[in-house]
Nanobody, 119 residues
Framework: QVQLVESGGGLVQAGDSLRLSCVSS????????MGWFRQSPGKEREFVAD????????SYSDSVKGRFTISRDTTKDAVHLQMNSLKPEDTAKYYC????????????WGQGTQVTVSS
């Protein structure tokens, strides 16, 4: 069973950078795609970015395009989210997610890591 553990969240000021990491364990070879989602109080969870594990193709939400970069390290079964030029509206709990080969939606989730951006 695949498990995901996130790290790297924290409290920063607007304009600063943070790098989130997510390490997968347990049958990680079955993963097709990994992504980052976020949720702030009173709002629904929203897509941030994802990456195809073998091909490396990426996609981003419009709100983070040009500021965030998702990458993967296949040697460590890890995915990273480099977040630059952070804004107060980026404040949320960030979740790592995985989709196995053959799955149509993300169904494996980490516990989340909090990112707070002060103005």
């Amino acid at each position: 069973q695949v498990q995901l553990v996130e790290s790297g969240g924290g409290l920063v000021q607007a304009g600063d950078s943070l790098r989130l990491s997510c390490v997968s364990s347990g049958r990680a070879f079955s993963i097709h795609q990994m992504g980052w989602f976020r949720q702030s109080p009173g709002k629904e969870r929203e897509f941030v970015a994802d990456i195809v594990w073998r091909g490396g193709g990426t996609s981003y939400s419009d709100s983070v395009k040009g500021r965030f970069t998702i990458s993967r390290d296949t040697t460590k079964d890890a995915v990273h989210l480099q977040m630059n030029s952070l804004k107060p509206e980026d404040t949320a709990k960030y979740y790592c997610a995985a989709k196995k080969t053959g799955s149509t939606s993300y169904h494996i989730w980490g516990q989340g890591t909090q990112v707070t951006v002060s103005s």
